[in-house]
């Protein structure tokens, strides 16, 4: 993408006006989302959730391209919840915005397999659409930034990795959710992870209180634990709220310390955000908007 690095610093003006007013790191009001290339389009056979959506920019690809992967407590949510980061249009990176199948339909790990299997059809059928196979990466929130990591541990590992991975907030170590919580002395909105009922146990089919450290060793932290020495992991950028009161920032934090410990030489971007309302995702910042248009328009040139 030839043209990218002339047309960063104009972006990133917009960028930053469009954050100002945004929710979360997403950066367009629903009203103002740009017309999809192409929708629902089916990427596997499992459920008719393994669909997503294409937004490409304007010009002549084949364009790099950022998977976008809802949140939603792992129960809920569609890929038409957020607005579609325009900007990053603008930076000449396509958006494919995905869904996969929720807890009910589907318990650990049916959820990042559909975020692998989007991304395995996207490497081979990507070009048909306008895409840069090999020019990739995956970011999430939330219940989407825990898919976006371990996805994206499961395409290292087959020899398809992303070019960059961005979470904004995942829970990484379902059994530590609770402890992080309290060492924060901060009470979890939604309830306690060790619940029965909790997102996290509903996800893996068990109590998390039963069992956690068979919670911990399905996600990021214990695959990471694991990680054959010598393989490479790509560039990762975290971006958690200080006032989160649904992960705790320390969840963020095992993320950065495991990844570094599997691969010393991996660069990790992470970043409490301060200051924040505890109501809100506190991403939505100038500093953060612009960052992360910067590390992924460098990492997908």
Do not use: C
Not at 76 to 105: C, F, H, Q, W
Request: no cysteine; charged share 20%; glycine share 10%.
């Amino acid at each position: 993408m030839a043209e990218q690095p002339s047309r960063l610093l104009s972006v990133l003006a917009a960028l930053i006006m469009a954050a100002a007013t945004a929710a979360g790191l997403y950066f367009v009001a629903q009203a103002q989302r740009p017309a999809a290339a192409q929708t629902d389009i089916r990427y596997a056979p499992e459920s008719e959730k393994n669909r997503l959506d294409l937004y490409l920019p304007a010009g002549d690809g084949p364009f790099p391209y950022v998977i976008d992967i809802h949140g939603g407590d792992f129960t809920g949510g569609d890929k038409s919840d957020t607005p579609v980061p325009e900007p990053l249009l603008d930076l000449g990176i396509a958006v494919v915005r995905v869904n996969y199948r929720p807890a009910a339909e589907a318990k650990w790990p049916g959820p990042r397999d559909d975020v692998v299997a989007a991304a395995r059809f996207l490497r081979t059928a990507g070009p048909q659409f306008g895409l840069d196979p090999a020019r990739y990466a995956l970011w999430g929130k939330s219940a989407g930034g825990f898919l976006a990591v371990t996805a994206g541990l499961e395409l290292t590992r087959e020899g398809q990795a992303p070019r960059a991975i961005v979470d904004f907030g995942g829970p990484m170590a379902f059994g530590q959710l609770d402890a992080d919580m309290a060492a924060l002395d901060r009470v979890p909105a939604r309830g306690p992870a060790d619940a029965a009922d909790s997102p996290e146990s509903l996800l893996l089919g068990f109590p998390i209180a039963g069992n956690r450290a068979k919670a911990d060793e399905v996600g990021p932290i214990g695959v990471l634990s694991a990680w054959p020495a010598g393989q490479k992991l790509p560039p990762l950028m975290i971006r958690h709220a200080d006032g989160d009161l649904d992960v705790p920032q320390l969840q963020s934090g095992r993320l950065r310390d495991a990844w570094i410990a599997a691969d010393p030489s991996a660069l990790v971007d992470f970043v409490v955000v301060q200051g924040v309302d505890p109501s809100t995702t506190g991403l939505s910042g100038e500093d953060t908007a612009g960052e992360v248009a910067v590390f992924l328009a460098e990492r997908l040139q």
